[in-house]
């Protein structure tokens, strides 16, 4: 009985984002500009306004105490964030002029060798030539999560406050300005009751918000609804697993596979591929990342990456090696139709993921989310010189630049794999081939939540843990840092009786064991079953938003700690 | 009354430790934070802050360690420190117990405290000890493990659980008590005071500053040495018994278990 | 006394020692003997000589008494023992797992200027001197470590030191007047040891009974609490059940909850995942019934039952029951 997740949306209603501010004037923290997101474009942005205000007394003093507030949910800025990747330099020389890419901590190597395999079950072919697309000579290895630490760590040098632990709970409008947020509160139990150490959260006024959320675009989902600002197509995410390995032999490319273990047929559905990225002389990451449009109930991306690894190109790699680390989390996929249609309204800018100015084909993100970071501030900066609150100019800004450019070429790349991954292929080559020229028009895409599930059988091929090469969710959520508070409130919104099929999805989605379904009802067949949510176990990857569900935020400081992902 | 917090910033319960084989010391370099068990030592002052009986001039946050260690020092500020002292000195590094002890007691003395609190272990270190090596040093009377601290005039009675059980402790001030988890439920840091931390003064002071001898600290001012990390005991893989006859399994457990005098 | 080894013997209020200070006792005494020294023992409050003589079987040559010294708190005893080590030269100083042994060790420490290693798990004789072994990291790994000038002071890990005893042998008892420093006498005892029955506290329980989600249901549990009566032991349990209400929080045990290390951690329905593990790795002895034999738990037990525990548990709390009483 095949299953359409939409049928089932989560009991959730974004409007409870929107809200007036509440505490009386006296108690409202006030700051300049507030940054909702530690991440690449959150900091980014949080770096160009001081250096700007550096150059600028009088606004600084206008801004008050606090010019600049980085607000961020994790432990650390970089806890949550996580990518392959191949970054683009362009972004970094613009912040930081005077380093060389040999003085970042974060960045592993230049890439100077890539290719692409396809994989079948036992043998790892060549493409070549390689697709376009792959191609990452001139871009760095780096570690996402070390990035934000590094951007981070100069932000608060230059005087910016970067409150971490700190969720941004509600967007605080009135008159239809955006205010600033209200930070979440600490110190609730299990049904939501105040405990002994409750903490409520703030008011965080500010004259200009930025949202940089990053996929989960908490707050952002909450706006773009309110303001109307929803593109003309639906959001939507792939989904990525990725280890860190400790291995005895360097590797000397950046590879990306497609093919195995994901499967061909259109009636699955499943786009994605996987990357293997050396990480300096005894360390490489490999992750596997699969389109949340996919069918089958029993699709597990955490499953499927165990499954890659058994390849022999892949186990040979990792011969005699040890995993450090692991992470999930989710990529919009979207593309340029599904940008907001306006990056501002007034006193609100939204920079990187958050809008999905992800270019999915190339892989490219971060740098985008850090050129769009600096056009916010550049464009809020200048406005509220003028007391103005419309950053329009942002908007023009990104309209201008590489980011429309690039996604408005692969605009059409991703849409066509729903048809199977040989046309797919054809079509995105096409694309690629001409620049985005053929072929034109809007390709349309149903939304993740409308694709119906059914079981299609993936998880029979899926290897049981060894625990050197393959291990199972919860090894994998310890290693992730993961130690939230037992008793914290439940954060995931989902529907907790609904179809078997539905169930299942959510069960093998996860990454993090966070669904089960009682044994009992997985025996005797019934139709309809509970599911149970451990809540503690999420590592706010997000892929629950695609298939039914909505990740609200936890408290501050839950979830993973990534140090090197 | 003056109440000073030991403090000490330990690598994140999230991160893999790992000792560094070639210094034979713990590798510092991931993600740190406030010791747990410190943030209990800092709410336990705060509470008898608010508790009314004593009147609490001061709450300073103290802490031994390199540059990063300011971090922990906010965050105690963030949770009601009044200000902060933090003792640095490469001259320190690779200090044992006894060294710490010797140091933390010295900068403690400059302070003139009337209380010192702190988390009776740190995540790093494992000792369980330092509180009641410092109070011999500053010649005051020492608790530790204390789960429960109710003030009167100028004494302590205090809770705490030993050997036999529990044991209920009177203490003059001035005196040192180390606190066990048990004892309270940490507060989460306001918005404010966390934005306002770093406002708050910090004063830094190395060795010459409070009188601490070179030679009795840092790795040659050390009284033990690491000589050797070896791996844990192997442990023999288990026997796996499956059950067929229960009632024979039965016997095989009993025996199995007798053999190690468990029953 | 060159290569001397000093013992603290806690005893309760009834005069008996404590079995820890015991196995510490023994263990010096060994150690004495390869070292070619003496092993004694130091003892505060008022006991008889015959008690005190009484350590001899354990292996103590000499038992320093500190009548007037008042019991159950640290601070005096290192008065005690600073007097005795100074006076008699004893190298190091040892002591059993436990509270006092940890904050006489620590008090020891800053009175001599020494060097003191704690939750030792083993001491070994290299080279005429002492190394004391210890656990690091969560038990990740051992250092051994050796000490700078004398006295060296090993605290040892609970149960760390089994007593060993030898009939006949007699420990000569000496009296000591201890002078307690000033700061000595500003704790007080108001009552020493109150028992609070109602709460057992599991890390200090020697054998756990630990119930998973292989149990079933919530009243399952009286199974595992059966077999704890029948042992003598407590009941422990894993997040997973503790989440879905079928026991307190108190009892948790991993990553979120207690951490325990008991002779005996008896694992029942508990699958053994790593966040449950983190909390119990350490104990002496680990068994575990789980009727799923690919259960990680099977990796890292000491005795493994593949089987149903609703069929094993009644009969191996009844054989148990019988065995105790028979």
């Known amino acids: 009985m095949a299953v359409e997740p939409k049928q089932y949306p989560p009991p959730f209603d974004e409007r409870s984002l929107i809200a007036e501010p509440t505490d009386p004037e006296d108690e409202r923290i006030e700051v300049g500009v507030a940054v909702v997101g530690g991440g690449p474009a959150g900091l980014a942005c949080a770096n160009r306004l001081m250096d700007l205000l550096a150059d600028d007394p009088g606004l600084t003093e206008k801004l008050g105490e606090v010019p600049v507030a980085v607000i961020e949910k994790g432990k650390a800025c970089g806890a949550h964030t996580l990518s392959g990747a191949n970054m683009k330099p362009s972004a970094m020389r613009e912040l930081f002029g005077d380093l ?3 003085d970042w901590p974060f960045a592993y190597q230049e890439v100077t060798k890539d290719a692409v395999y ?28 070390k990035l934000s630490r590094f951007l981070a760590e100069k932000a608060e040098e230059k005087g910016a406050y970067v409150l971490t632990e700190t969720v941004a709970d509600k967007l605080l409008v009135s008159d239809r300005i955006v205010r600033g947020v209200r930070s979440g509160d600490r110190g609730r139990g299990k049904e939501g009751q105040e405990l002994g150490n409750f903490e409520p959260g703030n008011d965080v006024v500010a004259k200009a918000t930025v949202l940089a959320e990053g996929t989960l675009g908490h707050l952002t989902q909450g706006a773009l609804d309110y303001f109307g600002l929803h593109g003309s197509l639906p959001v939507r995410w792939e989904l990525g697993v990725k280890e860190v390995w400790k291995v005895t032999e360097p590797l000397d490319r950046v590879i990306h596979t497609m093919g195995w273990p994901l499967r061909k047929r259109a009636k699955w559905n499943e786009f994605g591929g996987s990357f293997i990225y050396p990480m300096g002389e005894d360390k490489l990451c490999i992750g596997l990342v699969i389109g949340l449009d996919h069918s089958d109930s029993t699709v597990s991306c955490h499953d499927l990456l165990q499954q890659l690894k058994t390849h022999p190109f892949v186990s040979k790699m990792l011969e005699g090696g040890e995993r450090t680390a692991w992470g999930a989390k989710t990529i919009p996929s979207g593309g340029y139709y599904s940008m907001p249609r306006s990056l501002t309204v007034p006193g609100l800018a939204i920079a990187g993921d958050a809008a999905s100015m992800v270019n999915v084909p190339t892989l490219k993100g971060i740098h985008y989310a850090m050129h769009a970071g600096i056009y916010a501030a550049e464009a809020i900066f200048e406005a509220l010189k003028r007391d103005s609150l419309n950053f329009e100019a942002y908007d023009e800004k990104v309209r201008s630049s590489q980011i429309e450019k690039d996604l408005f070429n692969s605009r059409n790349m991703r849409a066509p794999f729903s048809k199977g991954f040989f046309l797919g292929g054809a079509v995105a080559s096409a694309m690629t081939i001409t620049q985005g020229v053929f072929p034109g028009g809007k390709w349309r895409y149903e939304e993740d939540t409308e694709v119906e599930m059914a079981d299609g059988g993936a998880e029979e091929s899926y290897p049981e843990p060894d625990n050197k090469l393959t291990f199972n969710k919860l090894d994998s959520v310890f290693l992730s840092g993961n130690a939230t508070r037992d008793d914290a409130p439940n954060h995931v919104r989902v529907q907790t009786h609904v179809p078997r099929e539905l169930a299942k999805t959510w069960v093998n989605l996860c990454p993090a064991q966070v669904y089960e379904i009682p044994d009992e009802q997985l025996a005797n ?30 408290e501050g400081g839950d979830g993973p700690l990534y140090q090197e992902v | 009354m003056k109440i000073c917090c030991l403090v000490k910033e330990v690598p994140d319960a999230a991160v893999q430790k790992r000792l560094d084989s070639a210094t034979k010391r713990l590798d510092r370099s991931g993600e740190k934070n406030l010791n747990p068990f410190d943030t209990h030592g800092i709410e336990a002052a705060m509470q008898i802050r608010e508790g009314g009986v004593a009147q609490v001039d001061e709450i300073v946050a103290v802490t031994m360690g390199p540059e990063t260690a300011v971090r922990a020092l906010h965050k105690a500020v963030a949770l009601g420190a009044d200000r902060s002292v933090h003792l640095t000195d490469a001259a320190l590094e690779g200090s044992d117990v006894c060294a710490t002890g010797y140091a933390l007691a010295k900068v403690l003395e400059s302070e003139q405290p009337d209380l010192v609190l702190l988390g009776q272990q740190s995540d790093d270190g494992e000792c369980y000890t330092i509180g009641a090596v410092v109070a011999d040093h500053l010649k005051m009377p020492s608790l530790t493990q204390v789960i429960q601290i109710d003030v009167e005039e100028g004494k302590l009675v205090c809770e705490r659980q030993a050997e036999y059980g529990y044991d209920t402790v009177e203490v003059d001030l001035p005196a040192v008590i180390s606190v066990g988890d048990a004892i309270n439920e940490p507060r989460y840091p306001s918005l404010k005071a966390i934005m306002g931390a770093k406002k708050k003064p910090l004063d830094t002071k190395a060795t010459a500053d409070v009188g601490i001898e070179a030679g009795q600290v840092g790795l040659d001012g050390s009284k033990t040495q690491v000589l050797a990390i070896n791996p844990p005991p192997q442990k023999e893989s288990g026997k796996i018994i499956e059950d067929e006859d229960t009632n024979e399994t039965v016997e095989q457990i009993i025996a199995w278990l007798d053999e190690r005098k468990l029953i | 006394m060159a290569g001397g080894i000093l013992v603290y013997a806690l005893h309760d209020d009834e005069g008996n020692f404590n079995k820890n200070s015991l196995g510490a006792i023994s263990e010096a005494a060994r150690l004495a003997g390869e070292l070619g020294s003496e092993a004694a023992a130091v003892v505060v409050g008022e006991i008889g000589d015959d008690a005190c003589a009484g350590l001899g079987a354990y292996g103590a040559k000499r038992v320093f008494r500190a009548r007037s010294a008042p019991e159950g708190l640290a601070q005096p005893v290192v008065d005690v023992m600073a007097k005795v080590i100074g006076d008699e030269g004893f190298s190091y100083a040892l002591f059993g797992g436990g509270l006092l042994g940890f904050e006489i060790g620590a008090g020891l420490t800053a009175r001599l200027n020494a060097g003191v290693t704690m939750e030792v798990t083993a001491v070994k004789v290299q080279e005429g001197k002492l190394i004391a072994e210890r656990p690091v990291l969560q038990d990740s790994a051992v250092v051994d470590v050796g000490y700078v000038g004398e006295p060296g002071i090993i605290i040892g890990r609970l149960n760390a030191f089994d007593a060993s005893e030898s009939a006949g042998a007699q420990a000569e008892v000496v009296d000591v007047d201890a002078q307690l420093s000033e700061w000595s006498t500003k704790a007080r005892m108001r009552t020493r040891g109150e028992q609070r029955g109602a709460d057992v506290n599991i890390e200090d329980a020697e054998i756990l009974i630990g119930g998973g989600r292989g149990l079933g249901e919530k009243d399952n549990f009286k199974l595992a609490e059966e077999l704890a009566g029948a042992m003598g032991g407590a009941v422990a349990a894993t997040r997973a059940v503790v989440d879905a209400g079928w026991y307190p929080y108190a009892a948790q045990i991993g990553q979120t909850g207690k951490t325990v290390a008991p002779k005996l951690y008896l694992a029942v329905g508990i699958s053994g995942a790593i966040q449950h593990k983190v ?33 094993i548990l009644p009969k191996l709390t009844e054989a148990i029951a019988a065995k105790r009483s028979g």
């Open chain 1, 100 to 102: 060389s890419p040999e």
């Open chain 3, 279 to 311: 909390g119990m790795q350490s104990s002496e002895n680990i068994v575990a019934i789980n009727k799923d034999q690919n259960a990680p738990i099977f990796e890292f037990c000491d005795l493994g039952i593949v089987g149903d525990l609703h069929k």
């Open chain 1, 118 to 145: 396809l994989l079948t079950k036992k043998a790892a072919l060549p493409l070549k030539p390689m697709p376009p697309n792959f191609r990452n000579h001139g871009n760095y290895v780096i570690s996402v999560a």
């Open chain 1, 525 to 554: 067949g019934a139709a309809e079953v509970d599911v149970h949510v451990t809540a503690s176990n999420c590592v706010q990857c997000g892929a629950i938003n695609a298939k039914g569900g909505r990740l609200t935020m936890p």
